[in-house]
């Protein structure tokens, strides 16, 4: 029985190498008979792997796509390059670093200890351009993401700025990156709150192994509630402006993406409090609008918004005077 088991992986492994077999030409891999790869045909079959049959003495399998993914099988040089190409995709911006990360997790997983030195000496054999985004601490990722998946809760050490590290305990519920960084979205059961932590600034311990059930929180709310914690948190300078635009306006046309609030004046008006760590970028940021701004509240962004328009109009005086 361990030996037909066997044998029905590695048929299933040939299927997946290549598109079209013969008959002939999978007895020949498999050191059995065609009647026999016949009968493990059949057998994938009944376990729900679509192999479709060409007859004729020129007569093949192949194995389809069907309605869910399969298992699939790799060999050790495979494996390293899936596990090389997730950890690369996680650090692009290409919308699917989560998901990647996910894959990685159950990857690694089941990684035999030599096939992971493979895959970590390919890191560590890697250099980043100047000037590039920062590596990414994919184990510390990979952990985190392992403990979403698995709706398992999540102890780790975690340092603030100028703070000593200190022990958190989580139910992890998300994982959102904004540029170079990654954050997590967790319940804190210390604090009994939802709290939002950086990766790059924890350090995860062993898994705990106890579950959790995730608690409810919109799906199209977790990138905008992180996005409210860190700005709002990190903020230096804010202010208030009067906008001569309708709110909706506003919000279609604002550069950035870091949360505002607006409020409706009347149909060609509205007022918006924001903030910035840099309030000449704040200053920028808002004439890139396109429309008449107001400063109510914001001394610093006054003042901003006075050297901007000389810088301006010192760009502007040589082509003034031709």
């Known amino acids: 029985m361990l030996e037909t088991s066997a044998r029905l992986l590695e048929l299933l492994s040939l299927l997946q190498l290549r598109r079209d077999w013969t008959g002939a030409e999978l007895a020949g891999r498999l050191d059995v008979s065609t009647r026999t790869v016949r009968a493990d045909i059949g057998k994938l079959r009944s ?11 020129a007569g093949g399998y192949r194995l389809a796509a069907g309605a869910a993914m399969p298992p699939l099988l790799l060999d050790d040089d495979e494996a390293v390059a899936v596990a090389v190409g997730l950890r690369a995709v996680a650090t692009q911006r290409l919308g699917v670093e989560e998901t990647s990360l996910t894959a990685l997790a159950k990857l690694e997983q089941v990684l035999p ?3 992971r030195r493979r895959v970590e000496s390919v890191r560590e054999a890697t250099s980043v351009v100047p000037g590039a985004e920062p590596p990414l601490d994919l184990s510390a990722l990979g952990a985190v993401a392992a403990a979403i998946r698995g709706h398992e809760r999540l102890r780790f050490g975690y340092t603030k700025p100028g703070d000593m590290e200190a022990p958190r305990h989580t139910e992890p519920q998300r994982l959102v990156s904004w540029g170079p960084i990654w954050y997590l979205l967790a319940w804190d059961l210390d604090r009994d709150d939802w709290r939002v932590f950086r990766v790059d600034r924890m350090v995860p311990h062993a898994p705990t192994g106890a579950r959790f059930r ?7 709310r977790v990138v905008e509630y992180v996005i409210g914690r860190v700005s709002k948190a990190s903020w230096t300078y804010r202010a208030r402006v009067l906008v001569h635009a309708p709110a909706a306006t506003v919000a279609a046309r604002i550069p950035f993406p870091v949360p505002i609030d607006i409020e409706v004046v009347d149909e060609a008006t509205c007022r918006v409090r924001l903030g910035a760590d840099d309030p000449d970028r704040l200053a920028l940021w808002l ?10 509240d914001g001394d610093e962004l006054a003042t901003a918004f006075d050297r901007l328009s000389a810088r301006f109009r010192r760009a502007a005086g040589g082509a003034s005077t031709r």
């Open 47 to 57: 376990l729900g792997y679509p192999v479709n049959a060409r007859p004729g003495v």
């Open 113 to 115: 200890s030599r096939l």
């Open 287 to 296: 004439a890139q609008l396109g429309v008449d701004v107001e400063v109510i």
């Open 214 to 220: 995730p608690r409810s929180i919109p799906e199209d």
